[in-house]
């Protein structure tokens, strides 16, 4: 460029080597490039070497390779592998040092390796994505979605090798046949929903299935931790097939938006154990510091992983040093040979950019520009003609404002496409630039945008991603200086442009990120250039797609956008429809975030302006229900709940006289009409807000053991409902009076309610909450008054996994407790599997800060602990699982009573299998104190069953306590509760032993396949026998009780028994067996195992995968 056209005041005069292109001399010299005169004056930078960085790809080699034999890295000899776990890399650096270039380069060479595989030409599978500055503006996930992008593309396209086909075609079928993604199954409308990108991916992998397209809707919003689990179950079932790990890179992961951290903390964790994948995390160390959400996953991962330090790495990248850059820049101007050339350039640009690699690019770009470097071409080769001070003052202390004097010099079409691409975050397709681009005078068809995209690469601004299909920029640095091209009084113009047209062009799920990116756009714009009224309601439009992605975060954020929208133009209840909706929104949405103060200050305005009782419902509702969540003081939220009721007429009294009870119960008869309840089912479905008022006031009345209000409430609900029609919430509310009933001692009332409730059920089957915590309920304290533990704890399993899919996480530590309780009344084996499974529980509580769960999980696990492994005080808590005396100390009144109820159940079961007198006394004292009745069966069962058999085996004090038992278990045992009947026998052999009452309980814990009861009746059985004089029978029966116990794992009672019980000494299982068979009794036992092949001491640690279901992991 000549000087007088060049406006920069550092243009080097005297240096024009650049006009002359020198077509005939470049014909004769093989140093030019003939066929790239127009090239001349450009630097080519090395694209296919990477300068610096042999440490830090030997880390990342290492630790792929990491667990693989040697025999494969090497010879490229493959090898049958065990399962491995995940590796995480976290890859720190400046802007620009080069994390992308190292990663990319990491993924080139174990390629090359992989095809130099000599029975495997499978490749490497790898994706990336990258977060911009801007990822705020996008739709949630944006990172994470370009990452499935590029993997949609991948696995959907046909391969053109036989093994790719084959590794396509089973992870297409994997994904078909799982129960999670299948077709219509929960984690495939969730994927299809949060992620639309992978719509063409699980439609790839049911290509026969007529009805390919998943049903719309179906279950509602989804939880953060649906997604969490259907994204797990997807690259778990990727992952699984491949021979090497996957890798996934995500790039910049400081400006990385909640909902991602969310999901990547949880894809590291021990919870998800990932296999077969590496992570490769890359952010900016100086823009994370130690209060940066990012910083806490990384701390967590590597105190989780502490144990498996070889599976995870932090490489810190540093700028390069001089030598290095000295050798980049002469690689670059073609002096490879003449190095020391080079040295006085290079030692200027490296005190300008210090080594960083992206600014020295930039630099030596800017010198050419200026002209202070310039191709000669008379002699064909670079040359610099100034000092070492003008060649200082040449370059630019910032490199954006660098970059962007060389966006200035390019054409305006390029200099406006690159402004337009860099105020939008996603990866833009041409159709959708170019419709972009269409404003006033400019209006380019795609094939001109698609040639000024490869101008731009060739500019080294924007580069084509082929994983992606698109231009994206090369560095954010490029983004940003191409943001801050345009003159501050045309961006609101442009930014209002660029909205309406993104509006527009979302037309499906896979264009929502144009409303996410529309609506950012115009939050940032003054009032006076936007409708406030439309900017409001396009931030609840974007809100609901983001709650249907499962983004609560997110849809409270835009909420808050569009009422501040309308505080600050002033335009609050302006529009009382638009006010009214977008606070009933927020309202609701705050409390479920815990943002109490928020809500409570939505509900303010709505109770100060709004006209009538209908339109304050919401914010009444949610005004008693924040009150609830937050002080959890239930006799203040009954009285205010009842208050809102009777606002809306339905005249329930605080304090009901029984003569209110009565009345009510005659009203609900009459409107039944003498049919009984299962005619409920035929009430068409109303979705009315007050049934989840009607819900949350009836637990707190059951939570305050206010019997006669509940069943005033209740009846009035049924009232309700039969006059207008049944809301989702009313299954469940009607399940508590089952429980109400249960209390009564009503076994064939409670139960007819369970029925008709699991049949009501069948309405919200869609509604995974509900259908899952009303299952629970009916299960944990109506299903098992009359059905085996062992027959139904496997549907408790069921429960906890959907609660915890959907979210619920207090009820899905509920269905846990259901179900560990449950298993060790139905007397499971024993075992570090048990323990293992206890424990991972344990932590998911302490993570979702319900300690209190956590505690109950740590008691069944020392219970577990103390009779499997020997210890000189069993039937004490003072383990290491758990510390009763710590944890009752730590605790308020309250908290300490429920657990010593607790933790009193199963000591006093400890006592009475270890024979401990003292201790069951002292557990009676206590847990006498406590009602004989509770709501949660699975709890309350194993509490009364050896208090009462700890009452007989003790004859203790107070005769009531063992009798209150035995009538319990009797009540149930002739209304034909399976559990109930060995429980009963066996109390009555205790309390008046004999022959026939021993067998007949022994027949019946055989009946009911409780190998744990049928152990302690044989027992004592056996010493029962001994005051009979009966030794070789009693022998007999305490061989076969040493059996029992080894079998269900109770490995250190069998120990003490041989200490006990000398005779054990000279029997074996087959002798056993014969002489009890010839006793009278029949030995049945499935779950033996030959004692002679087993060894009490031995135990082999074995840890569990916490995901949809307990999955095991290999040692």
Known sequence: MPPNDCGDDH?????????????????????????????????????????????????????????????????????????????????SGYSGVGKSALVKEFVKQ?????????????????????????????????????????????????????????????????????????????????????????????????????????EEGGGGAPSMNAVKESVHELLSIISGPLKRPLILFLDDLQWADAPSLDLLSFLLSTDAQMKNVMFICAYRSNEVGQDHPFASIMDNVKESMKDDVQLVETVDLFSLSQDVITQFIADSIGKEEEVEEVTELAEVVYQKTMGNIFCVMQAMEELVRKNALYYDMMCFEWRWAVSKVELSTTISDDVVETVKGKIKELSSEIQYMLIVMAYVPNTLEVPVLTELMKRNSVSLDESRVAELLKKATEEALLMYSAESDNYIFIHDRIREASRGS?????????????????????????????????????????????????????NMRVSVIARNRGIVEKQSELLHEGLQCLKSSGKLWEDYNLTLSLLNDVIPCDRELGCFDEATAAIDEVLANGKTLDDKFIANVNQFMVKCDSSRDYGTAIE??????NMYGYKIPLKPTKADVVKEEMKAKMALKNRPYSCLAEIPVKDDPIFQLFAHVCECAIFQSHERLLTVLLKRLIRRVIDDGMGKEFPCTFAILGVLMQKKGKVQASTEIGNVTLLLLEKFKSDK?????????????????LQSFRSQVDALLHCHKDLKFVGSIENAMGAA???????????????????????????????????S????????????????????????FNGDAYNEEDTLNGMNEQKSKMMLR?????????????????????????????????????????RLCFMGLSAFAVKYKNKEVGEKCLEYFQKLTKAGSLNAKPVYLFMLAMKKPSKSAFESAIDATKEASTLHLEAMVKEHYGLYLQQQNEDKLANDCLASSYFSYYDWGAHSKALRMTQQYPSLAKTSRIKAKSLFSASGCTETSSQSQSAEKSSVSSTRRVSYVYNSTFRSKKE
């Open 11 to 91: 243009y080097v005069a005297g240096a024009h080597g650049t006009v002359a292109e020198q077509t005939d001399e470049a014909y004769y010299d093989d140093r030019s490039d003939a066929d790239d005169d127009m090239e001349k004056g450009r630097i080519k930078f090395p694209q296919n070497k990477l300068y610096g960085r042999d440490r830090e790809l030997e880390t990342l080699r290492n630790i792929f390779y990491q667990g693989l034999s040697s025999e494969e890295t090497q010879d490229g000899c493959v090898v049958e592998m065990p399962e491995q776990a995940s590796r995480v890399v976290f890859l």
């Open 110 to 214: 174990v390629q090359a390796q992989q095809k130099m595989n000599k029975s495997s030409s499978e490749s490497v599978l790898h994706f990336s994505g990258k977060y911009s500055e801007q990822s705020s503006a996008a739709a949630p996930f944006s990172a994470i979605s370009d990452l499935f992008s590029q993997m949609t593309h991948a696995l959907s396209r046909k391969k053109s090798d036989k093994e790719g086909n084959e590794l396509q075609s089973k992870i297409l079928n994997d994904i078909g046949s799982s129960d999670l993604l299948a077709a219509n199954a929960d984690g495939d409308r969730v994927l299809r929903g949060t992620f639309p990108v992978l719509a063409a991916l699980l439609d790839a992998s049911r290509p026969n299935d007529s009805n390919n397209k998943s």
């Open 486 to 538: 345009i003159a501050d009084e045309d961006k609101d113009d442009l930014l209002l442009h660029l909205s309406l047209v993104l509006q527009k062009l979302a037309k499906g799920p896979e264009t929502e990120w144009c409303l996410f990116v529309a609506v950012d756009l115009l939050n940032s714009l003054p009032s006076e250039k936007t409708n406030c009224n439309d900017l409001a309601r396009l």
């Open 640 to 645: 205010d709940g009842i208050k809102i009721l």
């Open 769 to 785: 909450i509900i259908y899952a915590r009303t299952k629970m309920i009916v299960i944990a304290t109506l299903g098992f008054q």
């Open 817 to 851: 407790i259901g179900y560990f309780c449950s298993y060790l009344s139905a007397g499971f084996p024993l075992g570090p599997l048990l323990e293992s499974k206890l424990q991972i529980v344990e932590e998911y509580g302490y993570r979702y800060d319900k300690g």
């Open 853 to 876: 769960f956590a505690v109950l999980f740590k008691m069944l696990r020392q219970f577990a602990i103390n009779l499997r492994q020997r210890s000189d005080n069993p039937s004490e």
């Open 902 to 942: 607790d933790s009193g159940a199963y000591r006093i079961q400890l006592a009475f299998i270890f024979g401990d007198r003292e201790c069951m006394t002292s557990m009676l004292d206590i847990l006498s104190t406590y009602p004989y009745t509770f709501h949660d069966v699975t709890r309350l069962h194993p």
